[in-house]
């Protein structure tokens, strides 16, 4: 379930259009600690961060954080365990 209250930060399909060509998409059980690991390990820049998603640069290179459940729905994810195993 959807955890983040108010507007998004910006609409997901004008962020996509601006994302380079190559971006890293990883599901995270607790988006605000896995933002923290991220600008306290690998000197992150946070663009933008609530409860289900995160969008941050590390070394350059585009990553988007998104909680487990924002895919609860995706018809791929028919099968998948609740919550998924890392990696799958």
């Given amino acids: 379930m959807k ?4 507007d998004p930060w910006m609409p997901a ?7 380079p060509a190559f971006t890293v998409n990883l599901l995270a059980r607790d988006v605000p600690r896995a933002v923290g690991f991220q ?3 690998l000197a992150a820049k946070v663009h933008y ?3 289900d998603f995160a969008a ?3 070394g350059g290179v585009e990553l988007m954080l998104h909680a487990d459940h924002t895919y609860d729905k995706h018809p791929w ?6 919550p ?3 990696g799958s």
């Fill in 49 to 51: 961060s609530d409860p």
């Fill in 56 to 58: 941050v640069n590390v």
């Fill in 39 to 41: 600008t306290e390990v």
């Fill in 77 to 82: 994810a028919v099968g998948v365990p609740t």
């Fill in 84 to 86: 998924p195993k890392p």
């Fill in 13 to 19: 399909d004008r962020y996509g259009r601006g994302l």
């Fill in 3 to 6: 955890e983040r209250t108010g």
